[in-house]
């Protein structure tokens, strides 16, 4: 079975600053990973995704994530925030059949 | 891109009765699509996949005949949520899966 561990629940980070949200996965098979960001009261945006080829994949709202095979690991990078970034953003992952596998959250604060 | 349609965004219904979420994929046919209950500041969990023209696949640990789901046509799936109480109340997110996943806004229901 996949599983997903963000291990920050909160990343509070300045305006224009860089930023990184943690994700780590299990799994004993090949996975597609995901990066989904939510604002309040509202469904999940994909920002990025990894499904095979080059291991830096780039995403919108100038986010990009680097898929680290060896270290089990999916990381979300921004080299400089805004004020409008803070949001909740989940990391997911799957074997490509049905089911997407969510982490717990990363909710980032961008202050100015 | 695609976009899945979800309505009500809101709801407040009173204790014991029955309210019904409509997920619709606008410009594609979703042939699976899967229903989330999110808790306040926590991570998605799956209550079932449906799939068109067969019985939704629950989630070990959610009740199929409080949760009802339908999944009629290859562009509507309905959650009806069967004789509601306060611990009903949660934020419900629908997905459609076509190439990738697509999620609804969310419907926020709040029982009294």
């Known amino acids: 079975a996949q599983s997903v561990t963000q291990l920050d629940s909160q990343v509070p980070v300045f305006e224009e600053a860089p930023v990184e949200l943690r994700c780590n996965y299990s799994s004993s098979v090949s996975v597609y990973l995901f990066w989904y960001v939510q604002y309040p009261n509202q469904g999940l945006q994909l920002l990025l995704k990894?499904?095979?080829?080059?291991?830096l994949v780039k995403g919108i709202n100038g986010f990009e994530a680097e898929f680290n095979k060896s270290q089990t690991s999916f990381h979300l990078r921004k080299p400089s925030v805004h004020i409008s970034d803070t949001a909740e953003y989940f990391c997911?992952?799957?074997?490509?059949?049905?089911?997407?596998?969510f982490g717990t959250g990363t909710r980032l604060l961008v202050s100015p | 891109g695609a976009v899945v349609s979800q309505h009500p965004s809101w709801v407040i219904c009173k204790s014991g009765t029955s309210v019904k979420i409509e997920c619709r994929s606008l410009?594609?046919?979703?042939?699976?699509m899967f229903w989330y209950r999110q808790f306040p500041k926590q991570s998605l969990m799956l209550m079932a996949t449906s799939n068109e023209g067969s019985k939704a696949t629950y989630e070990q640990g959610v009740e199929k005949d409080k949760f009802l789901i339908n999944h009629a046509s290859l562009t509507l799936s309905t959650l009806t949520v069967t004789s509601a109480h306060p611990e009903d109340s949660s934020f419900y997110i629908c997905?459609?899966?076509?190439?990738?996943?697509?999620f609804g806004s969310g419907t926020r229901l709040t029982v009294v």
């Open positions: 410009d594609f046919q979703a042939t699976t």
């Open positions: 997905s459609a899966r076509q190439y990738g996943y697509t």
């Open positions: 990894y499904l095979s080829g080059s291991t």
């Open positions: 997911a992952v799957n074997t490509g059949f049905q089911k997407l596998v």
